[in-house]
């Protein structure tokens, strides 16, 4: 079976001009129907005709384009189809949203808001509609708004708690810390319905389910990973090393239930000081490669990393110099799922805003174009008060080996006025990571064949129920915090 998640590395072939045109002003069914066109036309014929030295060339060779663009244009038709899934909010609705949210909150403030690019929306079948996480955006970024939430939630504490392990980490070297985790991963009530129900149309009692659950993998920073129990057996484990680690299920469920584990693993963060470090004058080439689609060495990128690191010969200061373009630059800004975005790394470089993983990819290729070897990582960010999901990246020097680069926490520091740490995550991380993740889309083992509902990374796990990935409303997954005991 094919893996549809490998089209994805196609989408920086384009789109024919229709569909291009259709789904930049938002027509996502008849985009989709232009689509459906293209592909059900005849691509056996898409594979050039052998020509004979000297003879004359084919009639009509690979009328249709390169293969590629099938995949491009399948991976493209889910694109359209999930971008409704997420934008969602009609333009009078955002607005009564935000005076339900925000006291005294004005039309004109709305309006201004809008000029100003703080909200991201799209037209959707000519209606202008906001994401739906465009109110969350705005009080987690602009201070004004959130001052005058009318129920502001419970804050969360901000990197800056990180200041102490900072401190032992400059003494000892290290800091450790003991952890405990009780995940889950499984499909919504709703969502089990809606398939059951089709399941039985079909004169089946029962939905195929496959989930996978991401797990602690062996890296550096972890240690003493045991997995203590499952909700049941998993048909498969990963091994630790998977760029890309999980918990493989395969069942036939009648009854909707989630799948589960409880983990458990000791986390250590080496304290680095990369600005005083020698470099070798030669270092390695590995990790150095572009990756489609979103570690695309683009024209923008390449320019971008040309004058960030201009006039510089060691691979430290280059680095860093990236690092603080990243970290002072870029706004943080929620975005819509990875899924439906051609290119997150270039969109960064362009526009200046994105999430913790956003921030990471584009430190990522900004290093790769600049000759320093650079990873992802990826999993949760396990705190005592909250467990969440988030990005990071890795840099590597010779001869002092593999360092952190956490550039979504060194601009919150920098956003603090906290320089000291924002520094520290140019280096360094803390205590509070669970690490499954050390590829940015790599498949998983064994692999899922449908379309992920995020493709690049395995913060929560993902769930194919009948042969379907299932995406946004029809997941729903679980993080609790058992222990964590700093050593």
């Given at each position: 079976m094919k893996n549809l998640n490998a089209c994805l590395a196609s989408l920086n072939l384009g789109l024919p001009?229709?569909?291009?045109?259709?789904?930049?002003?938002?027509?996502?069914?008849?985009?989709i129907a232009r689509i459906d066109a293209y592909l059900a036309e005849d691509w056996t014929k898409t594979q050039n005709q052998p020509v004979q030295p000297g003879g004359p060339l084919p009639e009509n060779p690979t009328p249709h384009g390169v293969d590629a663009m099938r995949d491009a244009l399948l991976a493209q038709r889910e694109i359209l189809r999930r971008l409704p899934l997420d934008y969602t909010v009609p333009e009078a609705q955002a607005l009564e949203l935000l005076q339900s949210l925000v006291r005294d909150f004005a039309p004109e403030e709305f309006r201004a808001l809008d000029r100003a690019g703080a909200m991201d929306w799209r037209f959707v079948e000519g209606e202008k509609r906001y994401i739906r996480s465009f109110a969350e955006?705005?009080?987690?970024?602009?201070?004004?708004?959130?001052?005058?939430?009318?129920?502001?939630?419970?804050?969360?504490?901000?990197?800056?708690?990180?200041?102490?392990?900072?401190?032992?980490?400059?003494?000892?070297?290290?800091?450790?810390?003991?952890?405990?985790?009780?995940?889950?991963?499984?499909?919504?009530?709703?969502?089990?319905?809606?398939?059951?129900?089709?399941?039985?149309?079909?004169?089946?009692?029962?939905?195929?389910?496959?989930?996978?659950?991401?797990?602690?993998?062996?890296?550096?920073?972890?240690?003493?990973?045991?997995?203590?129990?499952?909700?049941?057996?998993?048909?498969?484990?990963?091994?630790e090393d998977a760029a890309q680690r999980t918990a493989y299920w395969e069942a036939d469920l009648a009854?909707?239930?989630?799948?589960?584990?409880?983990?458990?693993?000791?986390?250590?963060?080496?304290?680095?000081?990369?600005?005083?470090?020698?470099?070798?004058?030669?270092?390695?080439?590995?990790?150095?490669?572009?990756?489609?689609p979103h570690l695309e060495f683009t024209p923008y990128l390449r320019a971008l990393a040309t004058q960030l690191t201009q006039g510089l010969t060691d691979p430290v200061q280059k680095a860093k110099r990236i690092y603080d373009y990243v970290t002072l630059n870029t706004h943080y800004h929620y975005q819509p799922p990875y899924f439906v975005q051609e290119n997150i790394t270039d969109g960064c470089a362009h526009n200046r805003r994105g999430d913790c993983g956003i921030m990471a990819?584009?430190?990522?290729?900004?290093?790769?174009?600049?000759?320093?070897?650079?990873?992802?990582?990826?999993?949760?960010?396990?705190?005592?008060?909250?467990?969440?999901?988030?990005?990071?990246?890795?840099?590597?020097?010779?001869?002092?080996?593999?360092?952190?680069?956490?550039?979504?926490?060194?601009?919150?520091?920098?956003?603090?006025g906290n320089e000291k740490m924002r520094l520290h995550y140019f280096g360094n991380l803390d205590t509070g990571r669970m690490v499954a993740n050390r590829a940015l889309c790599a498949p998983f083992d064994p692999p899922m064949c449908s379309f992920r509902a995020d493709p690049c990374d395995n913060q929560v796990g993902e769930v194919e129920a009948d042969g379907v990935g299932l995406y946004g409303e029809q997941l729903q997954w679980s993080q609790t915090l058992r222990r964590y005991e700093t050593l």
């Open positions: 001009d229709d569909v291009r045109r259709l789904k930049e002003a938002g027509y996502y069914t008849e985009a955006t705005l009080l987690a970024t602009h201070p004004e708004l959130a001052a005058r939430q009318i129920d502001p939630p419970q804050q969360h504490p901000s990197w800056e708690r990180y200041e102490p392990e900072h401190e032992q980490m400059v003494r000892t070297g290290a800091v450790s810390a003991d952890i405990t985790l009780e995940t889950s991963i499984g499909m919504s009530d709703e969502a089990f319905a809606a398939a059951l129900a089709a399941a039985k149309q079909q004169g089946r009692s029962t939905v195929h389910i496959r989930a996978w659950l991401p797990l602690p993998a062996a890296c550096p920073a972890q240690s003493n990973i045991t997995l203590d129990s499952f909700t049941e057996p998993p048909t498969c484990i990963a091994p009854e909707n239930r989630p799948f589960g584990a409880v983990y458990s693993y000791r986390t250590t963060a080496r304290y680095a000081d990369p600005l005083h470090m020698q470099a070798d004058p030669v270092q390695p080439d590995f990790d150095t490669q572009e990756e489609l990819s584009t430190f990522i290729v900004l290093c790769r174009l600049a000759g320093i070897p650079a990873q992802w990582q990826s999993g949760l960010v396990v705190r005592r008060e909250m467990v969440g999901c988030h990005d990071w990246a890795a840099f590597y020097i010779a001869p002092h080996g593999w360092m952190y680069a956490d550039c979504s926490a060194g601009a919150s520091m920098a956003r603090a």
